[in-house]
């Protein structure tokens, strides 16, 4: 069995289109709330979103091929090439031996919306050609694989909001058992649209406090649901000795991944939080590490009523005593929800806190819930020294993924 490294991270998020932007703002606790400007929102109960400002695709593709390419596949083609260029890892590795797991929890979204509306106003000889393979939710997987020639394993995972940490995990997996060098992996969403922010209201899944300042509060008593976010985290996995023998720069070693399911409710987590305990023990226990004071855990911490109370349930019992000295924030306090995109931020907040030894906050906590009861880095950035972390996702199905994280000894 293979060790496996991060050599490479790449980001477009509401807090900063890549990764120096995105860490100092995070750790300034900047969150990216605001009115939406994508359309009119104005008849909707929720009309802030964390959305991706200043994004310009063509800086990372030809003009022509923006036109057939849905927003959450530029997302992904973004991200990649800064987490390639960062790992210097293009013409490093043999194609067949090169992989992309890039995951979307719902894909084209954008251009389903877009192409139902012509197909209802203007008639089905209307429809474009690409609609299709813009639409589905493998397509940026498939396109980072043509641009960077990567011929090995692909696989895009679609498991709801833990998909990017469900598609690191198993091509940590795919490289730990030989079957890649490296691979290029994450998340991509881009579903701020009037159907999707309706969608998700109705099911009572967004945080309905129109104030960008009290909706998303993690942990908060005051908690009422999520705020609605867009982009990609995609970072470039490695072989240890491959990335050592070509000089490459190493972030921190990636050691333990779990993967559950509740097999309980379509939204809601289980009540006893059981897939959360036991994702969080396959990760652990993958890794061989004990839980310590220089631990860190980013968690799905979505400011929902259920998953907060519940994900701090699963902490305590996975870990015991030790997860009241662990800090847990949740940086969707400051990014929002990038639902299959979330991990792949959360990941590279991960690998940053062991680099950098600082701890990003959960911003915007004011009032204590007796049931979210951890160390919450409340409002500030702390320096602390970590060497490990583990990165905590959970689904709408019950889908649980974990990473863990460490530096390399």
Not at 194 to 208: D, E, H, R
Request: with cysteine.
């Amino acid at each position: 069995m293979k060790r496996v490294v991060i050599t490479g991270l790449g980001c477009i998020t509401p807090v900063g289109n890549n990764v120096s932007d995105f860490w100092q703002n995070v750790t300034a606790g900047k969150h990216g709330f605001a009115t939406i400007t994508k359309f009119d929102a104005s008849d909707l109960k929720v009309n802030i979103a964390a959305e991706v400002k200043g994004f310009e695709p063509v800086d990372y593709m030809e003009k022509s091929e923006v036109r057939k390419t849905d927003l959450y596949a530029q997302y992904a083609l973004a991200a990649a090439a800064q987490a390639v260029e960062d790992s210097k890892i293009a013409a490093q590795v043999a194609p067949d031996r090169l992989g992309v797991y890039v995951g979307s929890g719902i894909g084209g979204m954008i251009t389903f919306v877009t192409e139902t509306e012509k197909l209802l106003t203007k008639g089905p000889g209307r429809i474009s050609p690409f609609f299709i393979p813009m639409m589905i939710s493998n397509m940026a997987s498939a396109l980072v694989a043509m641009k960077y020639n990567a011929r090995g394993p692909n696989l895009p995972v679609v498991s709801a909001c833990a998909t990017a940490t469900h598609a690191i995990g198993e091509a940590f997996r795919a490289i730990k058992y030989g079957y890649a060098d490296a691979i290029i992996t994450g998340g991509a969403e881009a579903t701020i649209n009037k159907l999707s922010m309706a969608g998700f209201i109705n099911c009572m899944a967004l945080s309905t406090t129109n104030d960008p300042d009290n909706s998303s509060i993690p942990f908060d008593k005051r908690r009422n649901g999520f705020v609605m976010g867009e982009g990609a985290g995609l970072v470039v996995l490695e072989e240890y000795e491959h990335a050592v023998n070509r000089g490459a720069n190493i972030y921190c070693e990636i050691s333990g991944y779990g993967n559950t399911c509740d097999a309980y409710h379509v939204t809601a987590p289980h009540p006893e939080a059981a897939g959360g305990i036991e994702v969080i023990r396959l990760a652990m226990k993958e890794s061989g590490l004990t839980p310590n004071e220089k631990m860190y855990i980013n968690p799905h911490g979505t400011s929902t009523p259920l998953n907060d109370k519940t994900e701090t349930l699963a902490i305590k019992k996975a870990l015991g005593d030790i997860a009241y000295k662990i800090p847990v924030s949740s940086t969707k306090s400051m990014f929002g929800h990038m639902l299959g995109a979330a991990g792949g931020a959360e990941a590279i907040v991960a690998v940053k806190a062991i680099q950098t030894g600082i701890i990003p906050p959960t911003v915007n906590y004011k009032e204590p819930d007796p049931e979210c009861d951890l160390d919450y880095v409340p409002n500030t950035a702390r320096n602390r020294e970590t060497d490990k972390a583990l990165s905590l996702s959970l689904g709408f199905g019950g889908h649980n993924a974990a990473i863990i994280l460490n530096s390399v000894k």
